[in-house]
């Protein structure tokens, strides 16, 4: 199975930490939007999207890019991390989901977790989060890859 991750991580590597953990399990190669190739994502088996969360909203890069996508058909997975917790009935996740199944994709789950934050207000006091994602927050973004990995096939 061909699986590309798409990782717009920005502040403190955070996000980049959990797109390897889960590139590990899915065998998968990392890049930015920017280092994205179209032709690669297009013969990948399952693509995946994630970004860090600022001001609510996943990365305009990330966004942006996916936004220039051409419609499709191929099978997605969505994963953020913030140093906010996530509302339950406005994940940080949805807008792009949204966005990647007006495109025709098909998005297999979404993940999140808490990480290491140093926006404007906390960053007076250090951060918050200083020690996410953590070993936990590691091996939930495995137990996720691995979720996808035994259930995804190859796209026909």
Excluded at 9 to 19: C, Y
Excluded at 40 to 61: C, I, K, Q, T
């Amino acid at each position: 199975m061909k699986v590309v991750i798409v990782c717009a991580s920005v502040s403190h590597g955070n996000t980049r930490r959990v797109a390897e953990t889960m590139a590990d399990v899915l065998d998968a190669k990392v890049v930015t939007p920017e280092e994205a190739d179209l032709r690669e994502l297009a013969d990948a088996d399952l693509v995946g999207f994630g970004s860090g969360v600022f001001y609510s909203r996943l990365h305009p890069h990330l966004t942006d890019f996916v936004k220039a996508l051409p419609p499709g058909h191929g099978r997605t997975f969505v994963f953020a991390t913030s140093g906010l917790p996530e509302i339950p009935l406005a994940p940080f996740t949805r807008p792009l989901v949204r966005l990647l199944e007006g495109k025709g994709l098909q998005v297999e789950g979404s993940f999140s977790c808490r990480a290491f934050d140093t926006w404007a207000p906390f960053k007076l006091v250090g951060g918050i989060n200083k020690q996410r994602p953590n070993a936990g927050d590691l091996a939930a973004a495995r137990a996720f890859a691995e979720g996808l990995r035994d259930r995804t096939g190859p796209v026909s």
